[in-house]
Structure formats: C-alpha cells, structure tokens
Nanobody, 124 residues
Framework: QVQLVESGGGLVQTGSSLRLSCAAS????????MAWFRQAPGKEREFVAG????????RHADSVKGRFTISGDNARNTLYLQMNSLKAEDTAVYYC?????????????????WGQGTQVTVSS
C-alpha cells in the first residue's frame, strides 16, 4: 500500500523559511513524477512544484519561482520543498502527490497518490 506522509509545516512570520518533507513508502517512484500542491481556504488546489525522479528535472509555479525549491532523495524515497521568503499568500495546506507516469503535470486530477497534507501558516 502506497503512503505519502508530509511533515514540516507550521506557523511562521513573513520572510521566514520552512522545509516540507514527504516520505513515500509502499513503492519507489524512480520512474515517476512527484509534486507539491497547496490549497488555501475557499480556493482550488494549485500546483506548486514538480520533479521527475529519473532525470531530476523540476518545474515550479510562477508564484513561487525563486523562492521555493523542490528536490528529492532517491535513497530515502523522500520529497522536499524548501520554502524561503514566505509570504502571507503562501498560507495553505500543502500536499505531496505522486503519479505512475513520469511527466510532470499541473492538474491535480492526474496524480494517483496523495498525502494527508500539512498546514503552513504565514503571519504578516
């Protein structure tokens, strides 16, 4: 059974940094894509960043480019999201997601596995 477990969320002030982790178990995703999404209250789930494990290719949403960095540790089967220069508008529940295919896509419906989410709150 595949499990994705996020950690690292919390309450921080504007300009701070956080690192989210997503530990995957049940299978390896070495030929797959994984991503971070986020969902703020009253808003749709939105793509934040994705990574293709086989090549290390990454893609980031325009809203987080230059501030957030997605990375992965194959040996630990763990996905990370380093978030710097946090803003109040980054407040959301952050979800880790994985798909059976290797292409990074921004559509949440295209992902097969999801974590339970971790809350990130940025106070101004």
């Amino acid at each position: 059974q595949v499990q994705l477990v996020e950690s690292g969320g919390g309450l921080v002030q504007t300009g701070s940094s956080l690192r989210l982790s997503c530990a995957a178990s049940g299978r390896t995703f070495s030929n797959s894509a994984m991503a971070w999404f986020r969902q703020a209250p009253g808003k749709e789930r939105e793509f934040v960043a994705g990574i293709r494990w086989s090549s290390g290719y990454t893609r980031h949403a325009d809203s987080v480019k230059g501030r957030f960095t997605i990375s992965g540790d194959n040996a630990r089967n763990t996905l990370y999201l380093q978030m710097n220069s946090l803003k109040a508008e980054d407040t959301a529940v952050y979800y880790c997601a994985a798909r059976n295919l290797g292409l990074i896509i921004g559509d949440a419906a295209g992902y097969d596995y999801w974590g339970q989410g971790t809350q990130v709150t940025v106070s101004s």
